[in-house]
């Protein structure tokens, strides 16, 4: 074992030390070789102290009584026998009690110089293993080590329940080089709050929560928390093993299978308790939000952040506790079997994630250490003017290890299949949302942000490397080229991207009376102008049903049953467009109100035939787009989509076809946006045979007004809409139709197999 030199006492530095002034802490106390040359010497500090013993920690034999050289709790001693190092603990009398400490100035940092490197130089993925607080083995003995980059400050304290929150107690090591400090402490316990007292830059002390704590306390307290010792047992090895082989197979990876993501905010699904005052925790989740993704027949199911936030109103998005799951449904064993109960389900989950910005929280990574440590100093590059919040400096080594680092905790330690960036758009450019005197430059004189176009880079290339079959995806809402172009073709390296100019379209036309639906059919048809220029996702999100905008039922004019035919058709053209489908909860029953994240989604509509009708619409949608292929696999080639007719605006009608592999593999989709019936309305078909209907939004059992073709549909030798044959059909108002070569009863074949 390495020896220490003790300096030279003197009154100067107890003194210092007594008044927590002492930096260098761990060259003074602790164990060190003797200033004489002649043995050992161990100081302590430990205030209100009447006597301290130094015990042999192999046999608890006294070896040394320690002199008091300050009342205020610093003793010293000579252990004149012993040459080398060895494990001691310190027997501590207080005035009313009797206890035995193992002292953590005796231990040697824990820290890997190549670990440090990889941080320092901003490509550590792991930094999580040795920031934060940590359990491992020091010497034989099991402990916690603390460890904090804080490179301006002066001192780092530990400060928390096992020092009563005494700044003076627990300093810890700060490592030059790097700009690190840690301590190793044994005998913490689990569930121990604790944060970061720091004499900053300027001189001034301020208390931080640990950036990398994986647990925290409820505002207002925002303490950190020393996680459990635990490691949760695994039971979703197949599913894992799969996605990673399904990876390396075209026809199996995500882009050509479908994906039916139900959007989800876990503090607002569902609640429990008299007046619905409770969250649910994971244990409800797993009983209850699992079988209903299952049941509606969603493949993937997407969490809203759960990064801890401490305002409820950030609904996730401006998260304090990157690291740590939110208190508020249980802890991260709680998470991880929640995630591996989905697993087992057949369902995905991907997190959205927040590396766009961070709030101005004074615990938080704000100034963390008396500089802009985090953030960039020139407030045009540092602090974002929509959300009032501070902008990760992307140029900074450290600030990159640390965001790729979370990335990698979700998607390894949660198992989680991918994350959704927020707020892609304000991460390329330096102008987003700003004057024209509200922006810098970048070194070429342009708007974008080459230092966050380079991180979204290298995040994506090392989580796909790492994680073969996640899915990495951009809410983007510019048009900005090559989102989900490979890195090696200059893109940004996105699997895939939010539709944001298909949903604003859309929703514009959703708005209209049928009446003047004419007038704007190209808010219909142009998404089709750029569909495959990218792999989309075609998102009905939380951000478009609050903050005044409605709920999507609301925004539709005319009388219930208008809205509600509408409403269905809406999501019958969505699920036959090109691209993979999100649809936020609560739309899925058609809810009536705005979204509230304080209380539950008004689950009682569904003791309503029409409430229950639109449901029992997208569990079909769902369950026929999974047994469909022709409606997934070539969503991202302009070959798997034909229009037929885009041009009827007096009728407000269109009709496409959707191609699978080959062109025998096809639906028919016929969309009417008026309340008009057509009957014997005339539709291109492919092949020559019968066709039947597969889908009808106005069939009874959804709610409608049951003009259905019950019938076979005969192909007739008449070209039409750009195929060789036609055949007439009944087209209901308001409504979607699929017709396919395959009869009712294929089809629900096809779906018990997919089973």
């Not at 739309?587 to 449901?615: K, M």
């Amino acid at each position: 074992m390495m020896t220490k030199n003790a300096p030279f006492l003197n009154d100067t530095v107890v003194n210092a030390i007594c008044l927590g002034q002492f930096n260098d802490i761990f060259s003074v106390l602790g164990m060190h070789t003797s200033p004489e040359q002649n043995g050992l010497m161990v100081s302590c500090f430990l205030p209100e102290a009447t006597q301290v013993e130094v015990l042999d920690a192999k046999n608890n034999r006294k070896v040394a009584t320690l002199d008091c050289l300050d009342q205020r709790g610093f003793f010293s001693g000579k252990i004149p026998r012993r040459k080398n190092r060895f494990n001691y603990l310190l027997k501590v009398t207080y005035p009313l009690t009797v206890i035995v400490i193992n002292d953590p100035y005796q231990y040697d940092s824990v820290l890997d110089e190549k670990d440090v490197y990889l941080f320092n130089e901003g490509s550590q993925l792991q930094s999580y293993h040795f920031q934060g607080a940590n359990w491992v083995k020091q010497q034989g003995i099991t402990g916690v080590h603390f460890c904090v980059w804080a490179p301006n400050a002066t001192q780092v304290s530990l400060i928390g329940d096992l020092n009563h929150w005494d700044p003076k107690k627990h300093i810890l090591r700060k490592h030059i080089a790097s700009g690190l400090w840690d301590i190793f402490i044994p005998d913490v316990p689990e569930g121990m709050y604790y944060k970061f007292s720091i004499l900053d830059a300027h001189g001034n002390r301020v208390e931080k929560s640990d950036p990398y704590a994986k647990a925290m306390q409820a505002a207002p307290g925002n303490a950190a928390i020393v996680a459990k010792n635990t490691h949760y047992c695994w039971h979703d090895q197949n599913w894992l093993s799969t996605r990673k082989a399904n990876s390396q197979k075209p026809t199996l990876a995500s882009h050509a299978q479908p994906m039916s993501i139900y959007e989800v905010q876990l503090a607002s699904w569902r609640r429990k308790g008299d007046s619905g005052e409770h969250y649910f925790d994971y244990k409800d989740l797993i009983e209850q939000l699992i079988p209903y993704v299952v049941d509606m027949g969603f493949s993937h199911l997407q969490l809203m952040p759960i990064s801890e936030y401490p305002f409820d109103g950030s609904w996730g998005y401006q998260p304090v506790g990157l690291f740590a799951p939110s208190y508020r449904f249980g802890d991260a064993e709680g998470l991880k079997a929640f995630i591996d109960a989905c697993h087992q389900q057949g369902i995905a989950v991907l997190l959205d994630w927040v590396p766009a910005h961070f709030p101005k929280d004074p615990h938080g990574l704000a100034r963390f250490d008396g500089t802009c440590l985090y953030e960039h100093q020139d407030p045009r590059l540092g602090e974002h003017p929509d959300w009032d919040t501070l902008i990760y400096n992307y140029d900074r080594a450290e600030v990159t290890s640390f965001l790729l680092s979370n990335a990698y905790y979700w998607l390894s330690e949660f198992h989680f299949d991918g994350l959704r960036l927020d707020a892609v758009s304000s991460m390329l450019y330096l102008d987003y949302s700003r004057e024209h005197d509200q922006w810098v430059p970048n070194e070429h004189g342009g708007r974008e942000n080459l230092a966050a176009i380079s991180f979204l880079k290298r995040l994506n290339i090392d989580m796909y490397q790492a994680f073969p079959g996640i899915d990495m995806i951009a809410e983007e809402s510019t048009a900005w080229g090559g989102v989900t172009q490979s890195t090696e073709q200059h893109g940004l390296g996105f699997g895939f991207k939010w539709n944001m100019g298909w949903m604003n379209d859309t929703l514009s036309y959703l708005r209209r009376d049928p009446l003047y639906r004419r007038y704007h059919h190209n808010e219909m048809t142009f998404g089709l102008v750029y569909a495959f220029t990218e792999q989309f996702i075609l998102s009905l999100s939380h951000d478009e049903v609050v903050h005044g905008k409605g709920s999507l039922i609301a925004k539709i004019p005319g009388d219930d049953w208008q809205k509600f035919a509408t409403l269905r058709a809406y999501f019958g053209f969505m699920w036959a467009h090109p691209g993979k489908k999100l649809l936020f909860m609560g739309n899925e029953f058609a809810q009536r109100n705005e979204w509230n994240h304080n209380q539950s989604l008004d689950w009682h509509l569904l003791d309503y035939l029409p409430h229950q009708g639109i449901q029992n619409w997208v569990k079909s949608l769902n369950h026929f787009y999974h047994q469909t292929s022709a409606l997934f696999s070539l969503d991202n080639h302009h070959t798997g989509f034909r229009w037929l007719d885009c041009h009827n605006e007096d009728d407000s009608v269109l009709v496409f076809a959707r191609y699978g592999q080959t062109e025998d593999e096809h639906v028919i989709v016929i969309v009417n946006m008026t309340p008009n019936v057509h009957h014997g309305f005339r539709v291109g078909l492919a092949k020559d045979c019968q066709y039947y209907e597969a889908l009808n939004s106005d069939a009874a059992e959804f709610g409608g007004s049951n003009v259905c073709n019950t019938k076979p549909i005969i192909a007739e030798s008449l070209p039409w809409q750009g195929l060789p044959f036609s055949g007439l059909i009944s087209m209901p108002p308001l409504a979607t139709v699929f017709i396919s070569p395959k009869n009712s009863q294929q089809h629900k074949q096809t779906k018990l197999l997919a089973k």
